[in-house]
């Protein structure tokens, strides 16, 4: 599928944010940790929720969707056998380590692998587990993590990782002591899964700083939670309403969420207000250029690196975009390169200097938040443009369209194959045998 945009409109008018998708996640897998039926509500309908589903239910969780409600229950003791197919598919499955060792004792997982951000590697994950008592080794291709019992522990992250963190509050909730995590992950998703988990029966205080106590406790019992908006979804759209100028009321969001986003809108001249249910964002989308570097909460997040480079594509000036996160984030720079942008990446950084507008063209995401991006350069280009592979797009923004349409933007989806009427086909789409696109032999 691939979404054809036609940009140089103004955005009016509201839209919903969706729940979390980086909650959601690591909160289903914590449903593991207890036989009782668990409730989450304001689940958002992503890839992602649909695959870790998948793996849950082929580990023998039951689970049932209505509407935005999510029914989850793992009445027995789980399979230890993670699913190749989808633990490889979905770095963020990793997480089911720590509850399912709870729960069985033992877990065969495929390590998760890389992907376009980044080598993504685990071993802070496996070295928080271990010190919780797990045995790790390779075996095949498998990680075979075993652990008759978890004994509370002190453990230090070498860097405030958020799925370590996750994995090893979920480990410690029910071990046998109390464990200190130091240097731990501060992300409100960290804080919506502690919430999670104490609504269980847990006992964790200290999450969203940098210190997190878990004093273990013998059981977990059922809970109904309902999950936070997610500020990367709000974000990406306050981003593209600066961009687009108009008048724009983003709601369902938590202000303390989008700190660091709303202080470098100020820097940029965004004009934005907070009302009592979500942020107004208006004007007519002229910007100055500034300096972003991406930090772990409370700093910049990287997950909105993508799209604010490209709105900066559009400010009077350089800016320079600095990726600290990750080693790979910049794979959307050659795409808006595409669209005229003016941008060279050196090291982690990318540095850029804006300009009036883009073109429209015909431009492929990597990853979720570069189709953020390139949809927010679209919307600003003159023309119609193409964006493929929006799968990347569908695993994080729930009903990206057709909140986009909401606001008065021209953007559909259509199917890969369908060349609409005035477009110029893909080159070398005739080669892959693109039925609808028949270029002069
Ligand atoms: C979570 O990924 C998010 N995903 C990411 O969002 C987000 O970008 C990231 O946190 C940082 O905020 C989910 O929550 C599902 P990390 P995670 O462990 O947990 C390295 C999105 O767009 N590292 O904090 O994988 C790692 O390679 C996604 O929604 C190790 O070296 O992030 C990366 O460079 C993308 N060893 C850095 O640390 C480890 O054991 C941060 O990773 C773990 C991580």
């Not at 974000?235 to 724009?248: P, R, Y």
């Not at 809108?265 to 989308?285: A, N, P, T, Y």
């Not at 964006?387 to 909140?403: F, S, T």
């Amino acid at each position: 599928m691939k979404f054809i945009l036609t940009g140089g409109r103004a955005l009016e008018g509201s839209m919903d944010v969706s729940g979390a998708k980086n909650a959601v996640l690591p909160i289903m897998a914590a449903a593991m940790l207890t036989s009782d039926e668990v409730v989450l509500e304001d689940v958002p309908d992503l890839l992602d929720v649909t695959t870790m589903r998948r793996v849950l239910e082929t580990m023998g969780a039951r689970i049932t969707r209505t509407g935005s409600a999510l029914r989850i229950q793992a009445p027995t003791v789980p399979s230890a056998e993670a699913p190749y197919d989808l633990i490889t598919k979905m770095r963020a499955s990793i997480v089911i380590m720590g509850p399912i060792l709870r729960r069985a004792g033992y877990i065969r997982i495929p390590p998760p692998g890389g992907c376009a951000i980044g080598s993504r590697p685990i071993n802070w994950h496996l070295k928080g587990l271990e010190a919780l008592g797990a045995r790790i080794s390779m075996d095949h291709g498998f990680l075979d993590a075993r652990a008759e019992r978890l004994r509370g522990a002190r453990i230090y992250l070498d860097f405030p990782s958020v799925g370590a963190t996750e994995n090893i509050m979920m480990a410690a909730v029910c071990a046998e002591g109390t464990t200190v995590l130091e240097n731990a992950a501060q992300e409100p998703e960290i804080v919506d899964l502690a919430n999670f988990l104490n609504e269980m029966g847990g006992r964790i205080r200290g999450a969203g700083t940098n210190v997190v106590q878990i004093q273990g406790v013998s059981s977990l019992r059922g809970a109904t939670h309902s999950i936070i908006p997610d500020r990367i979804e709000a974000g990406s759209f306050i981003l593209m309403a600066a961009a687009c100028g108009g008048d724009v009321l983003v709601r369902n969001v938590i202000p303390a969420h989008l700190r660091p986003l709303l202080a470098k809108l100020q820097e940029m001249g965004v004009s934005f207000c907070e009302k009592d249910d979500g942020i107004r964002v208006w004007g007519e989308g002229r910007l100055r250029a500034v300096d972003i570097k991406t930090q772990t909460h409370p700093g910049f997040p990287t997950d909105l690196q993508a799209p604010a480079l490209a709105l900066l594509t559009r400010a009077r000036g350089t800016s320079v975009i600095t990726e600290t996160v990750f080693e790979n984030r910049f794979m959307h720079v050659e795409e808006l390169r595409r669209m005229g942008a003016d941008i060279r990446v050196d090291g982690r950084s990318a540095i850029l200097r804006g300009q009036e507008n883009l073109s429209a063209a015909t431009v492929t995401a990597s990853d979720l938040r570069a189709g953020a991006a390139l949809v927010l350069a679209a919307l600003t280009a003159e023309g119609v443009s193409e964006i493929r592979n929006i799968y990347h797009i569908d695993r994080g923004y729930e009903g990206m369209e057709a909140k986009l349409r909401g606001l008065g933007a021209d953007i559909r989806r259509v199917p890969a194959a369908e060349q609409p009427e005035n477009d110029i086909p893909a080159p070398g789409a005739a080669e892959r045998g693109n039925k609808l696109c028949l270029l002069p032999r």
